[in-house]
């Protein structure tokens, strides 16, 4: 493994008297273990991240999960594996468990898979420089994996887990997540329930940023029917506009009447027209056939929706249902909305751990950590448990690039966001 030089603290914005001012003598026995074990730390980033994890590649999903598994059980947790149905094909979650009657009940969510299938080209851990290293998975989530229990080892080497109730709580397809969600989601948010205080892994926008919400995810389909004949006749009392034209018309209202509402966003990914067309909606294409001289009697648009608040988004499904029963001459519409990641809506709960947050931040020497724009988020599996406890999303490994071949970590910023969630989980649970 290279070398890499961890950033001082002056590099960070503080001396060490400044810190040693802020933080008690616990805690600063906790951000001293963090930088003394860094290099195992980095080991295990590595080895996570050298392992394929595709949503659909199940084994190397479980095997991540094994190697995940051997650490949390080596600091106390008691860990389980839980099974989906076969029906679903998804590999399962991994849950740590530890049990305590002291402070706030602890959630803390990550997830074991990435975007990347095992039949895409595979990117290794590799440096790029000496403060940025690349790799599948890197920062989205394999980072903020790392991050929660590196931050869990540097408490029980203080011996500062025993009273504490946490659970962490990493999931086998966040990025896909097996359907339906009320079956794959279930224990996760049943367990979710039983605590005070969800805290998500996902990508960190340096130090300064996290998510106090997220929007979430629906989708939509629109059908459009016209009468089919010679174009010649198109726009004519009798023949009317047409399938298209009617597709055409809603999407253009929707737009119109929509798009400048904050947060709100809908996004027509797919649209199939033409004089036959054959669609499968199971995978998500389709077929279509056409000629210019024929009116199309049949059109199929499919899209997300996405949202800051369940008002929101009813409020939106509503207009979009009456724009879609306004039909032109001799058409017919039919819209329908699917479910799929709730929102995580701002609350006040969210603020006070996030002033919580700010204030270990700042006792640090990091400087403030304020709340970041939710439209800059998409959705995640913190959102199907926002409506049952305080939530704070954001707090990983900060990097850039998620999703795509290239994607990124900032490896000398690791270790402040392993030490600002460490002294963050000893705060709470006291």
Known sequence: MKKIVLPSLLALGLSFGTQAQKLNPTEQKIAQYIDAHFAQTEQLLKDAVNINSGTLNTAGVKQVGDLFKKEFEKIGFATTWVNLPDSLKRAGHLVAEKKGKVGKKLFLIGHLDTVFEKEMTFSPYTYINDSTVTGQGVNDMKGGDVVVIAALQALQAQKLLDNATITAYFTGDEESAGKPTSVSRKDFIDRAKTHDVALAFETAVGLHTVATARRGASGWSLKTYGKTGHSSRVFSPEMGYGSIYEAARILNEFREQLSSEKYLTFNPGMILGGAEIKYNEGKANGSAVGKTNII???????????????????????????????????????????????????????????????????????????????????????????????????????????????????????????????????????
């Open 296 to 430: 199309s009697p049949e059109t199929v648009v499919n899209g997300d929706l996405r949202f800051l608040t369940e008002t929101q988004k009813n409020k939106a499904r509503e207009v979009m249902k009456a724009i879609v029963a306004k039909n032109l001459t001799e058409t017919k519409a039919e819209i329908s909305f699917s479910d799929g990641i709730p929102a995580m809506e701002p609350t006040a709960a969210n603020e006070q751990i996030l002033a919580q947050l700010n204030q270990v931040s700042k006792d640090l020497g990091y400087g403030e950590v304020k709340a970041g724009d939710p439209g800059s988020r998409g959705a995640g599996d913190i959102s199907y448990v926002a409506e049952y406890v305080a939530c704070l999303d954001g707090l990983g490994a900060s990097g850039k690039g998620a999703h795509a071949p290239g994607e990124t970590l900032n490896i000398k910023e690791l270790p402040a966001l392993i030490k600002r969630t460490a002294i963050l989980i000893y705060r709470l649970t006291r």
